[in-house]
């Protein structure tokens, strides 16, 4: 059984299209993240909500925006898609902040 | 700014020897940090941690040694198998729960 699963696994779109990227956990976690890992292989934080708050908000520009319609899911909205959002996007789950985080497949993000 | 650190874009090692990974970092803030695998196509997983208070900590057959005065940790993988090859990537946390992330560095285990 899949832990954390993301949807979809590809995405590949136009730029300047609004796309959402789903985020479901299935292990009880009260704490749940979006990363990005740009180009340079590094992942960093963009958002992460403890029980449905948004608790962490980094510098991420406007047209991204998190959703989290009960504690199992973080779903990433993305608005006038552009060609620097290529990237694959992770999406991770923690019983605490003390505690590992257990990370999705990824989802690769295109833009044409 | 680039506060974790692991300089070794690769590294080969011999199947049965030992790997070593580095990792450096600039926080002193930092009070946990973990050591994360990653296969292609697939998420990250976690491998093994370390509190800033402790030095060592072990499991199987992977270490973690940190040393706070050098702000430095390492991963000892010992021995080596096939089935370690994949990127490690390091990690280190400070206040609340935001994870800083190395670029990762790609482990060859030949047999």
């Known amino acids: 059984d899949t832990a954390v699963s993301q949807t979809p696994k590809y995405l590949v779109t136009q730029m300047g299209n609004d796309k959402s990227i789903k985020c479901e956990q299935n292990?009880?976690?009260?704490?749940m993240y979006w990363y990005k890992q740009d180009s340079k292989k590094f992942l960093k934080i963009m958002f992460s909500?403890?029980?449905?708050?948004?608790?962490i908000n980094e510098t991420v520009p406007n047209r991204f925006s998190p959703k989290s319609p009960d504690k199992a899911h973080l779903n990433l909205h993305i608005n006038s898609l552009e060609l620097g959002d290529s990237a694959v996007y992770f999406c991770?789950?923690?019983?605490?902040?003390?505690?590992?985080?257990?990370f999705g497949d990824g989802t690769r993000l295109s833009i044409l | 700014d680039q506060q974790v650190k692991q300089n070794s874009p690769s590294l080969s090692v011999q199947e049965g020897r030992i790997s070593i990974l580095n990792c450096d970092y600039t926080?002193?803030?930092?009070?946990?940090f973990l050591w994360y695998k990653k296969y292609p196509a697939e998420g990250p997983t976690f491998l093994i941690s370390?509190?800033?208070?402790?030095d060592k900590n072990e499991d199987g057959r992977f270490t973690v040694f940190l040393n706070k005065s050098a702000k430095h940790l390492s991963l000892h993988i010992v021995p080596s198998q096939p089935g370690d090859s994949a990127v490690y990537f390091c990690?280190?946390?400070?206040?609340?729960?935001?994870?800083?992330f190395g670029a990762g560095t790609i482990l060859r285990v030949k047999s």
């Open positions: 991770a789950s923690s019983l605490a902040g003390n505690q590992p985080q257990h």
């Open positions: 292990l009880g976690h009260d704490t």
């Open positions: 909500y403890n029980n449905k708050e948004l608790i």
């Open positions: 926080n002193s803030m930092f009070d946990y």
């Open positions: 370390i509190s800033s208070i402790k």
């Open positions: 990690a280190a946390k400070g206040n609340g729960n935001k994870l800083v």
